[in-house]
């Protein structure tokens, strides 16, 4: 299996629309680490405290590595998706658009190592991508802007001391993490239906697009179907900077979100175990 998964990762980072994301991260944070950098985070800060006025006075300059980590993440993060489905909507279409479904199983593994596999590697891709951000944003700009309190908007403003920073971004990333991985093998449920991989990644952002925008509409009549939609728990990284943290609905939100993804993968197995390989 180690040996298949090994393959399926040669497969995905042999193809250059596997480095759109980590290009399109390695260009744009530097960007953004150059402009906060020039405007000294006035903007943002104006923005933080512009509603609360003369109650609200700042001591000394917010700008920091943490804060510029915590925008860049915030910034990037609703444009994930649209990365992570280039390749998930590849990992089986590729191999059909390719003719290589029949060379691929005259070996002697089994459907299910192969479902597995591409499902291991989906994933793995999507870890990296999130390790290049994590490496990007938090670390690259704590090197640069060093560390300190970080005051953010989520809802209300908070402000966290430096000592009681670091460990909310490994939490929020591995939140962050879960949910994607849940994009991903959305997509990889898809490309196992079809035969090119622009029907897979068009149809995952269609549904986040619909399901988004349903879950944003002010109407009641949505409320009751709002938890079954798996993009209302997309931004649940947010609240481990909030405080107290409401685990009760992180811890919710993670198993809904495991649950999405254990059961695409069942289906996919499902869907592969019954095709009808003819090419």
Not at 9 to 18: A, G
Not at 141 to 157: E, H, P, T
């Amino acid at each position: 299996m180690i040996a298949l998964i090994y393959i399926e990762l040669q497969k995905i980072f042999r193809k250059w629309r596997t480095y759109i994301g980590f290009i399109a991260i390695g260009i744009l944070i530097p960007l953004a680490q150059w402009a906060l950098y020039a405007e000294g985070m006035r903007g943002y800060q104006s923005m933080l405290t512009r509603q609360l006025g003369d109650s609200f006075i700042s001591g000394g300059n917010v700008l920091n590595g943490f804060l510029l980590a915590f925008i860049t993440l915030q910034g990037l993060y609703i444009h994930f998706p649209f990365l992570i489905v280039l390749v998930g909507g590849d990992l089986f279409s590729s191999e059909s658009t390719a003719g290589t479904y029949r060379i691929l199983l005259t070996r002697p593994i089994s459907r299910f190592q192969v479902v597995t596999a591409k499902f291991i590697a989906g994933l793995v891709y999507t870890a990296s991508l999130l390790l290049w951000l994590f490496l990007l944003s938090l670390v690259l700009s704590y090197i640069l802007f060093g560390g300190g309190a970080l005051m953010v908007f989520v809802q209300k403003i908070y402000i966290f001391a430096s000592d009681d920073v670091f460990w909310r971004f490994l939490s929020a990333y591995g939140f962050a993490y879960l949910s994607l991985s849940m994009v991903c093998t959305l997509a990889f449920t898809f490309s196992s239906l079809v035969e090119n991989a622009i029907g897979p990644t068009i149809a995952t952002l269609a549904i986040i697009i619909v399901f988004t925008i349903l879950s944003l509409l002010p109407f009641e009549v949505l409320d009751s179907f709002r938890p079954y939609f798996f993009t209302t728990y997309l931004d649940d990284w947010k609240l481990f900077f909030t405080d107290p943290i409401d685990y009760a609905t992180v811890i919710n939100s993670a198993v809904i979100v495991i649950s999405h993804i254990i059961v695409l993968y069942l289906i996919t197995l499902f869907i592969f175990l019954k095709k009808d390989i003819l090419t």
